[in-house]
């Protein structure tokens, strides 16, 4: 079974800061990793995936997340946060091969001090 | 394109009594999955359909039911609801399998 942890339910960083939010997954085999980021009264949107080839994916909005095997994570950075940051952040976690359904994990939600 | 559609958007239901949402894919494409969302619990995967098959079921009790049409539009129904069955429930829409997921705006439920 897959499963997603993500560390921190709530992080607050200061406009113009380093924002770093951590995801460790659990595999048994090749995994798919994803990051989608809600904002009020929408729906998920997909930032960044990481399915195979180069470690260090970028995305969209300014973030990137690097797959780490040996740690099992695939942490979501951006070097300087803007207000229109403030959301919530989901990793998710699916198998290489076949078909099955992303994990989620449990959101990390972001607020930005101006 | 438009993106994912799910009506209605508000929807409030006291217990005992059953609802059907719906969920209308990006044209073209031909998987479902739906997902409930509540503050405990996260996202939580129901199920999913492609080609009006259910290829995926999560571990939910069986008044949480769904289908696909052949247009690929998508409905899920509970019955008997549940005050627990309160939540966002967010219906995606892919190409195919492994491929990225469109998120509709959701389903807010309240049972009462």
């Known amino acids: 079974a897959q499963s997603v942890t993500q560390l921190g339910s709530h992080v607050s960083v200061s406009e113009g800061a380093l924002v770093l939010l951590r995801c460790n997954y659990s595999s048994s085999v090749p995994p798919y990793l994803f990051w989608y980021v809600q904002y009020p009264n929408q729906g998920l949107q997909l930032l960044l995936k990481y399915t195979t080839g180069a470690t260090l994916v970028k995305g969209i909005n300014g973030f990137e997340a690097e797959f780490k095997k040996s740690e099992t994570s695939f942490h979501l950075t951006k070097p300087s946060a803007h207000m229109s940051d403030a959301a919530e952040y989901f990793c998710a976690v699916s198998r290489a091969s076949g078909n099955t359904p992303l994990v989620f994990g449990k959101g990390t939600r972001l607020s930005v001090i101006a | 394109k438009a993106g994912v559609t799910q009506t209605p958007r508000y929807l409030i239901k006291t217990r005992g009594q059953q609802v059907t949402l719906s969920c209308s894919p990006i044209?073209?494409?031909?998987?479902v999955s739906w997902y409930q969302q509540t503050p405990g619990q996260g996202l939580q995967f129901l199920f999913e359909?492609?080609?009006?098959?259910?290829?995926n079921k999560g571990n939910f009790p069986g008044r949480f039911s769904g289908r696909q049409f052949s247009n690929s539009r998508s409905e899920m129904n509970v019955s008997t609801l549940e005050l627990g069955d309160s939540a966002l429930y967010l219906c995606?829409?892919?190409?195919?399998?492994?491929?990225?997921?469109?998120f509709g705006s959701g389903t807010q439920l309240s049972v009462l």
């Open positions: 044209s073209g494409h031909r998987s």
């Open positions: 995606a829409s892919s190409l195919s399998e492994n491929e990225k997921l469109f």
């Open positions: 359909y492609f080609s009006e098959t259910q290829r």
